[in-house]
C-alpha cells in the first residue's frame, strides 16, 4: 500500500538541483553546436539528443525511488555482475569509435557499459561495508574482496582504453573505504602499495596518454600536439573575464579552437560565454549538491543508506572536480564529462540513477527507527 510519507519526505531541493544543472548543460550544449559548424556537421543537434537522454534518465531516476533502496543490498551483487559482463561483452563486441572500443549497440541504441559499472561498484562495496562495519576498521585481509571488485571493472575499462573512468572508479571505491575506516597499519600498506602501482602504471599507459600527461607539467612544449586541448581550454575559460563574451558568442568555441567542446570541454564554452561569475555559479551548483548528498549520507538512520549516499555523492564530485581541473589546466586531460551537462547519454542516465538513488535514500529515512 502507498505511503503518504514518501511525498511528504520527497527531496524537492535535489531535484532542483538536478534539473538546474541539466538545463544549463542544454543551453550550452546549443551554444556548443551553434556557434561551431564543425561540431554541427560531425554529431548533428547534440542539444536534442541530449534532451531525449535526459528523458530517459529522469525515467531511470524515478524508477529507481519507486522502490525500497533496502532491495539494492539484496541484488546488488546481481547488478554488479551484470555490469561486469557488459564490459566482457564491449571487450570481444564493442563498438570502436577514435581508436577506442568502449561502445555496445543494441539496434539503435550504443551506449557504455563503464558508465553503468560505477554504480554497480557503488552499491556492491556498500552492500559488503554495511554488513561489516566495526569500530577498528577494516584489515587488509577483509579489503581483498573489494579491491578484487574494484579492480575488475578497472582492467576492463583500462583496456578499452578509458583511463579516465578507470580513475574515477578507483576514486570512488577509495572514498568510501576511507569513510568506513580502515585500521591504521593496513592503511599505511596500502599507502605504499598505491604509490609503487601508481609508479608501475605509467609503463603500461598508451603513448598518446603518457604524452597528455606530460603535456599537463608544460603544455607549451607540444602546443600543436599533446598539450593544445590545455592550452585552448584556458585561453577560453581566460578570455571570458568576470562577466564572459554573452550567449553564442564564444570566439573559441565558434572558430573551432577548442577541442571536444561538447564533451571533455564543455566547461570551457560556458567560461567563455558566461564568464568568472557564470562559472561560479555552476561550481557553487556542485558544491550545493555534494553537500546535499552528504546531508541525505548523514541523515540515513542505517548503514547501507549511509555509505550508498556517499559513494553516489564521490562518484559527482570526482567527475566534476576532474573535468573542471582539466578545463583549468589544473589536472591531466583524461577524458572524464561534467555530470549533468557534457553531452554523453550514457553518463547521463547513470548519474540519473544516482541522483535516484540519493532520493530513494532522503525519502526512506524515516523508515528507521534512530
Given at each position: 500500500?502507498?505511503?503518504?510519507?514518501?511525498?511528504?519526505?520527497?527531496?524537492?531541493?535535489?531535484?532542483?538541483?538536478?534539473?538546474?544543472?541539466?538545463?544549463?548543460?542544454?543551453?550550452?550544449?546549443?551554444?556548443?553546436?551553434?556557434?561551431?559548424?564543425?561540431?554541427?556537421?560531425?554529431?548533428?543537434?547534440?542539444?536534442?539528443?541530449q534532451?531525449?537522454?535526459?528523458?530517459?534518465?529522469?525515467?531511470?531516476?524515478?524508477?529507481?525511488?519507486?522502490?525500497?533502496?533496502?532491495?539494492?543490498?539484496r541484488?546488488?551483487?546481481?547488478?554488479?555482475?551484470?555490469?561486469?559482463?557488459?564490459?566482457?561483452?564491449?571487450?570481444?563486441?564493442?563498438?570502436?569509435?577514435?581508436?577506442s572500443?568502449?561502445?555496445?549497440v543494441?539496434?539503435?541504441?550504443?551506449?557504455?557499459?563503464?558508465?553503468?559499472?560505477?554504480?554497480?561498484?557503488?552499491?556492491?562495496?556498500?552492500?559488503?561495508?554495511?554488513?561489516?562495519?566495526?569500530?577498528?576498521?577494516?584489515?587488509?585481509?577483509?579489503?581483498?574482496?573489494?579491491?578484487?571488485?574494484?579492480?575488475?571493472?578497472?582492467?576492463?575499462?583500462?583496456?578499452?582504453?578509458?583511463?579516465?573512468?578507470?580513475?574515477?572508479?578507483?576514486?570512488?571505491?577509495?572514498?568510501?573505504?576511507?569513510?568506513?575506516?580502515?585500521?591504521?597499519?593496513?592503511?599505511?600498506?596500502?599507502?605504499?602499495?598505491?604509490?609503487?602501482?601508481?609508479?608501475?602504471?605509467?609503463?603500461?599507459?598508451?603513448?598518446?596518454?603518457?604524452?597528455?600527461?606530460?603535456?599537463?607539467?608544460?603544455?607549451?612544449t607540444?602546443?600543436?600536439?599533446?598539450?593544445?586541448?590545455?592550452?585552448?581550454?584556458?585561453?577560453?575559460?581566460?578570455?571570458?573575464?568576470?562577466?564572459?563574451?554573452?550567449?553564442?558568442?564564444?570566439?573559441?568555441?565558434?572558430?573551432?579552437?577548442?577541442?571536444?567542446?561538447?564533451?571533455?570541454?564543455?566547461?570551457?564554452?560556458?567560461a567563455?560565454?558566461?564568464?568568472f561569475?557564470?562559472?561560479?555559479v555552476?561550481?557553487?551548483?556542485?558544491?550545493?549538491?555534494?553537500?546535499?548528498?552528504?546531508?541525505?549520507?548523514?541523515?540515513?538512520?542505517?548503514?547501507?543508506?549511509?555509505?550508498?549516499?556517499?559513494?553516489?555523492?564521490?562518484?559527482?564530485f570526482?567527475?566534476?572536480?576532474?573535468?573542471?581541473?582539466?578545463?583549468?589546466?589544473?589536472?591531466?586531460?583524461?577524458?572524464?564529462?561534467?555530470?549533468?551537462?557534457?553531452?554523453?547519454?550514457?553518463?547521463l542516465?547513470?548519474?540519473?540513477?544516482?541522483?535516484?538513488?540519493?532520493?530513494?535514500i532522503?525519502?526512506?529515512?524515516?523508515?528507521?527507527?534512530?
Amino acid at each position: 500500500m502507498f505511503d503518504r510519507r514518501l511525498v511528504q519526505h520527497f527531496d524537492w531541493v535535489l531535484l532542483a538541483l538536478a534539473l538546474v544543472l541539466e538545463a544549463i548543460g542544454i543551453l550550452t550544449l546549443y551554444s556548443a553546436v551553434n556557434a561551431s559548424a564543425h561540431v554541427a556537421d560531425l554529431t548533428g543537434p547534440v542539444y536534442l539528443k541530449q534532451t531525449y537522454w535526459f528523458g530517459m534518465g529522469i525515467a531511470a531516476m524515478v524508477a529507481m525511488f519507486l522502490f525500497n533502496y533496502k532491495w539494492l543490498h539484496r541484488w546488488g551483487g546481481a547488478a554488479y555482475a551484470f555490469s561486469v559482463g557488459l564490459l566482457l561483452a564491449v571487450a570481444f563486441a564493442g563498438k570502436e569509435v577514435s581508436g577506442s572500443q568502449r561502445w555496445l549497440v543494441v539496434g539503435s541504441l550504443s551506449f557504455q557499459p563503464s558508465e553503468i559499472v560505477k554504480i554497480a561498484v557503488v552499491i556492491v562495496l556498500a552492500r559488503y561495508f554495511s554488513d561489516r562495519c566495526s569500530e577498528e576498521g577494516f584489515t587488509l585481509k577483509s579489503l581483498w574482496k573489494p579491491l578484487v571488485w574494484t579492480l575488475v571493472p578497472f582492467i576492463l575499462i583500462a583496456r578499452q582504453p578509458d583511463l579516465g573512468t578507470g580513475l574515477v572508479v578507483l576514486l570512488i571505491a577509495g572514498s568510501m573505504t576511507l569513510f568506513v575506516k580502515i585500521e591504521r597499519r593496513s592503511m599505511i600498506c596500502l599507502t605504499g602499495v598505491g604509490v609503487f602501482v601508481c609508479s608501475v602504471a605509467w609503463f603500461f599507459l598508451k603513448e598518446y596518454q603518457k604524452q597528455r600527461i606530460s603535456a599537463f607539467w608544460n603544455p607549451e612544449t607540444d602546443p600543436l600536439g599533446a598539450g593544445y586541448h590545455v592550452i585552448q581550454s584556458k585561453i577560453a575559460v581566460g578570455s571570458g573575464m568576470v562577466l564572459g563574451k554573452g550567449f553564442l558568442k564564444g570566439t573559441q568555441n565558434a572558430l573551432s579552437f577548442l577541442p571536444e567542446q561538447h564533451t571533455d570541454f564543455i566547461f570551457s564554452v560556458l567560461a567563455e560565454e558566461w564568464g568568472f561569475l557564470g562559472s561560479a555559479v555552476v561550481v557553487t551548483l556542485y558544491l550545493l549538491l555534494i553537500i546535499w548528498g552528504l546531508s541525505i549520507a548523514m541523515r540515513s538512520k542505517e548503514p547501507f543508506g549511509t555509505i550508498l549516499a556517499v559513494g553516489i555523492t564521490s562518484m559527482v564530485f570526482w567527475q566534476a572536480v576532474i573535468n573542471v581541473g582539466m578545463a583549468l589546466g589544473l589536472l591531466p586531460v583524461v577524458g572524464v564529462t561534467l555530470p549533468l551537462i557534457s553531452y554523453g547519454g550514457s553518463s547521463l542516465v547513470a548519474t540519473m540513477l544516482g541522483i535516484g538513488i540519493l532520493m530513494n535514500i532522503s525519502m526512506r529515512r524515516f523508515m528507521f527507527k534512530d
